[in-house]
């Protein structure tokens, strides 16, 4: 089964304006006829495109002559081997009264930064690193919410050579030393705590039990966010953030100019099937991958508001503050997304005048069943894009977009993940939105589909796969002298080429459809099914909030076949009755084919999700099937999977 694809476009750019776009820009230089032929050149000549591409964007640092070494090795190729540069002076090249940033906690909190005022305190926060004794390879770790001081103190630390790496406050003890006690950090920065939905979160004793346990720290900094003055008298090394000396308010940052393939950012798997892997991203990979996907993709210009729904657990915070080197302005909030009555991220939207605003595909869900109708109650004039990410982006969702928000703007579904900090596929200001699609793949990025065997495919599904390397492929996994996790995860499957481990499918308009995760694909009897076909037709229903499917190996004890169990999260006071079960299975067999009903239907209380958002397929799972998982630490509400365990009706 596939998504119908419609022959009318949502929405298709303005030929008056479109002309002005960055990436128009470049298909008029390059000389190209339209997007096609210019992604054409830039997987066919990739040394071309991104020598070609730091130029276009800005890039500041010295590129070097040679662009890569050993192109065709996946991994093992070296891009920009003789470059000198740093993420973070690109990102402070602005210096003056502008905004910088505009921060909201929920309702509680409202702050402002400008751009002058955003350099003197990178700078006076990394005099704190220097004197506690980070240098070049340094790990600095954030424990922090979406705060300024997060972006500070990851600029201080990057402009250094140090590394960063960060995970949201509501991650408990565990799941932080998963983490960070594989990369030892020197310096730990953490809050006291935060605010969700109206109610105070406080971190204080958490904090000092996993400084406890970690042996490495040298400093720990607390961010005031809740209090001002907290006590930090039980965390070990402790200093307020707010009393670490000033420096001279003209002291410039240092910035150490490092090799392009320098590490820059550590970051993790979500860990639900075992300790989370750290993936290495580099300073220069990172940079010219952001700069394509601000300037050109998503038509990020100077001065436009950008605006990304994100934990600094989950990297799209990584994408958001790179927004920076572009010269907008980054709009950061933390806390619950429906605080205020539901509408708090539209508010913000019209109160900052956002151009550019960045959700989850299940936030988008979550507002249509709620009701919401931005366009009619928020002037949200300046809105150009939005983007969507985390899970595929039903057709649904499209549609509830353009009725209830603009028909004028740019929906850009998204899609990539920690694994390269950006995207494969992702929107297009010069091409037409196709309902259910993403719009493109990305430049430079040589994405394909192909079948079980490796054959390029059109028009079916099959494995999303890079067939060239690319300059943010990871450096490598830490603590992998050998490589050999890092091979496993990505190229034990096809040689020398990428596999993303998404369910994909290329279409007639050269967009993309993900249906889900590979692993988490079901297989009755041996006919694949992505899980965002199913999701898609049981969450149009008004009673249903929220869907989990998977495989049961059934009959219990075999391995060779399964069955489609889908368990389902109602509106409140809802029982799941007979004819609702029916209702379900008719919506599925109408609108998708008969091996995707399930045998079974389950009401459940709650879906377990990571924390960054993602249904935990895989998990549940294991739970059904009386097996381990391996790290619950990585859930948001790890007491969710109680649910699905020993359910007499998986038992017939």
Same mark, same amino acid.
């Given at each position: 089964?596939?998504?119908?694809?419609?022959?009318?476009?949502?929405?298709?750019?303005?030929?008056?304006?479109?002309?002005?776009?960055?990436?128009?820009?470049?298909?008029?230089?390059?000389?190209?006829?339209?997007?096609?032929?210019?992604?054409?050149?830039?997987?066919?000549?990739?040394?071309?495109?991104?020598?070609?591409?730091?130029?276009?964007?800005?890039?500041?640092?010295?590129?070097?002559?040679?662009?890569?070494?050993?192109?065709?090795?996946?991994?093992?190729?070296?891009?920009?081997?003789?470059?000198?540069?740093?993420?973070?002076?690109?990102?402070?090249?602005?210096?003056?009264?502008?905004?910088?940033?505009?921060?909201?906690?929920?309702?509680?909190?409202?702050?402002?930064?400008?751009?002058?005022?955003?350099?003197?305190?990178?700078?006076?926060?990394?005099?704190?690193?220097?004197?506690?004794?980070?240098?070049?390879?340094?790990?600095?770790?954030?424990?922090?919410?979406?705060?300024?001081?997060?972006?500070?103190?990851?600029?201080?630390?990057?402009?250094?050579?140090?590394?960063?790496?960060?995970?949201?406050?509501?991650?408990?003890?565990?799941?932080?030393?998963?983490?960070?006690?594989?990369?030892?950090?020197?310096?730990?920065?953490?809050?006291?705590?935060?605010?969700?939905?109206?109610?105070?979160?406080?971190?204080?004793?958490?904090?000092?039990?996993?400084?406890?346990?970690?042996?490495?720290?040298?400093?720990?900094?607390?961010?005031?966010?809740?209090?001002?003055?907290?006590?930090?008298?039980?965390?070990?090394?402790?200093?307020?953030?707010?009393?670490?000396?000033?420096?001279?308010?003209?002291?410039?940052?240092?910035?150490?100019?490092?090799?392009?393939?320098?590490?820059?950012?550590?970051?993790?798997?979500?860990?639900?099937?075992?300790?989370?892997?750290?993936?290495?991203?580099?300073?220069?990979?990172?940079?010219?991958?952001?700069?394509?996907?601000?300037?050109?993709?998503?038509?990020?210009?100077?001065?436009?508001?950008?605006?990304?729904?994100?934990?600094?657990?989950?990297?799209?915070?990584?994408?958001?503050?790179?927004?920076?080197?572009?010269?907008?302005?980054?709009?950061?909030?933390?806390?619950?997304?429906?605080?205020?009555?539901?509408?708090?991220?539209?508010?913000?939207?019209?109160?900052?005048?956002?151009?550019?605003?960045?959700?989850?595909?299940?936030?988008?869900?979550?507002?249509?069943?709620?009701?919401?109708?931005?366009?009619?109650?928020?002037?949200?004039?300046?809105?150009?894009?939005?983007?969507?990410?985390?899970?595929?982006?039903?057709?649904?969702?499209?549609?509830?977009?353009?009725?209830?928000?603009?028909?004028?703007?740019?929906?850009?579904?998204?899609?990539?993940?920690?694994?390269?900090?950006?995207?494969?596929?992702?929107?297009?200001?010069?091409?037409? %939105?196709? *309902?259910?699609?993403? =719009?493109? #793949?990305?430049?430079?990025?040589?994405?394909? /589909?192909?079948?079980?065997?490796? !054959?390029?495919?059109?028009?079916?599904?099959?494995?999303?796969?890079?067939?060239?390397?690319?300059?943010?492929?990871?450096?490598?996994?830490?603590?992998?002298?050998?490589?050999?996790?890092?091979?496993?995860?990505?190229?034990?499957?096809?040689?020398?080429?990428?596999?993303?481990?998404?369910?994909?499918?290329?279409?007639?308009?050269?967009?993309?459809?993900?249906?889900?995760?590979?692993?988490?694909?079901?297989?009755?009897?041996?006919?694949?099914?992505?899980?965002?076909?199913?999701?898609?037709?049981?969450?149009?229903?008004?009673?249903?909030?929220?869907?989990?499917?998977?495989?049961?190996?059934?009959?219990?004890?075999?391995?060779?076949?399964?069955?489609?169990?889908?368990?389902?999260?109602?509106?409140?006071?809802?029982?799941?009755?007979?004819?609702? %079960?029916? *209702?379900?299975?008719? =919506?599925? #067999?109408?609108?998708?084919?008969?091996?995707? /009903?399930?045998?079974?239907?389950? !009401?459940?209380?709650?879906?377990?999700?990571?924390?960054?958002?993602?249904?935990?397929?895989?998990?549940?799972?294991?739970?059904?099937?009386?097996?381990?998982?391996?790290?619950?630490?990585?859930?948001?509400?790890?007491?969710?999977?109680?649910?699905?365990?020993?359910?007499?009706?998986?038992?017939?």
């Amino acid at each position: 089964m596939t998504y119908a694809i419609d022959p009318q476009p949502l929405w298709t750019p303005n030929p008056a304006t479109v002309g002005q776009t960055r990436m128009a820009q470049l298909i008029k230089a390059k000389g190209r006829a339209n997007y096609a032929e210019l992604w054409q050149w830039s997987v066919d000549q990739p040394e071309e495109f991104w020598s070609e591409l730091w130029d276009f964007c800005g890039a500041v640092g010295e590129k070097g002559a040679k662009i890569v070494v050993d192109r065709s090795k996946m991994p093992g190729a070296q891009w920009f081997p003789e470059a000198k540069l740093n993420y973070a002076e690109n990102l402070l090249q602005q210096r003056d009264d502008s905004e910088a940033l505009v921060f909201w906690g929920e309702d509680k909190v409202k702050r402002r930064m400008s751009r002058a005022e955003l350099v003197a305190e990178v700078a006076r926060f990394q005099q704190f690193l220097i004197d506690a004794g980070v240098g070049e390879g340094d790990r600095v770790a954030g424990y922090l919410p979406n705060l300024p001081e997060t972006l500070v103190a990851m600029l201080a630390a990057t402009a250094l050579g140090a590394i960063w790496s960060s995970a949201s406050p509501d991650f408990g003890v565990q799941g932080v030393l998963d983490r960070f006690g594989q990369i030892e950090p020197k310096v730990l920065i953490c809050v006291d705590g935060y605010w969700y939905n109206g109610k105070p979160v406080d971190c204080l004793v958490k904090n000092a039990e996993v400084v406890s346990k970690m042996p490495s720290l040298r400093k720990v900094v607390v961010v005031p966010y809740l209090n001002a003055a907290p006590d930090v008298s039980k965390i070990a090394n402790a200093v307020v953030w707010n009393d670490i000396p000033t420096v001279n308010p003209k002291k410039e940052p240092i910035f150490k100019r490092v090799g392009f393939a320098h590490p820059i950012y550590i970051m993790f798997s979500s860990g639900t099937t075992g300790v989370p892997k750290c993936i290495v991203h580099c300073h220069g990979g990172v940079l010219l991958q952001h700069l394509k996907e601000h300037q050109l993709h998503s038509d990020v210009r100077p001065g436009d508001r950008l605006f990304y729904f994100t934990t600094c657990g989950w990297m799209m915070w990584n994408w958001l503050v790179s927004g920076l080197a572009c010269g907008a302005t980054l709009l950061l909030y933390d806390g619950s997304p429906f605080a205020g009555g539901g509408t708090v991220l539209f508010d913000y939207a019209a109160a900052e005048k956002m151009t550019h605003f960045g959700t989850s595909a299940k936030f988008i869900d979550a507002a249509a069943k709620l009701g919401l109708t931005p366009g009619k109650t928020h002037d949200l004039g300046a809105l150009r894009a939005m983007f969507s990410t985390g899970s595929p982006l039903s057709p649904e969702g499209f549609d509830w977009v353009y009725r209830e928000i603009k028909q004028d703007i740019l929906l850009a579904s998204i899609s990539g993940g920690t694994d390269i900090v950006s995207c494969f596929v992702l929107g297009n200001p010069v091409l037409p %939105v196709y *309902r259910g699609e993403i =719009q493109c #793949r990305g430049l430079g990025m040589a994405v394909d /589909v192909v079948d079980d065997i490796g !054959q390029s495919v059109r028009g079916q599904k099959g494995e999303l796969v890079c067939t060239g390397s690319f300059p943010v492929m990871p450096v490598g996994f830490w603590n992998d002298a050998d490589g050999s996790k890092y091979h496993a995860a990505y190229f034990e499957r096809f040689p020398n080429i990428w596999c993303h481990g998404d369910f994909s499918e290329l279409t007639a308009h050269d967009g993309m459809i993900i249906y889900g995760r590979s692993d988490a694909t079901l297989n009755p009897g041996g006919v694949r099914i992505g899980t965002a076909e199913i999701y898609r037709q049981v969450e149009q229903l008004p009673e249903i909030l929220e869907a989990l499917v998977i495989g049961q190996d059934w009959p219990p004890g075999r391995h060779d076949d399964v069955r489609v169990v889908l368990f389902v999260k109602l509106q409140e006071g809802r029982q799941l009755d007979p004819a609702l %079960v029916e *209702r379900i299975k008719k =919506q599925i #067999r109408d609108n998708t084919t008969p091996r995707h /009903v399930p045998a079974q239907v389950v !009401q459940v209380l709650d879906i377990p999700r990571t924390k960054s958002g993602k249904i935990v397929e895989l998990a549940v799972r294991n739970v059904v099937h009386e097996q381990p998982v391996k790290n619950v630490e990585a859930l948001a509400n790890p007491e969710a999977l109680e649910y699905f365990r020993g359910r007499p009706e998986l038992t017939g």
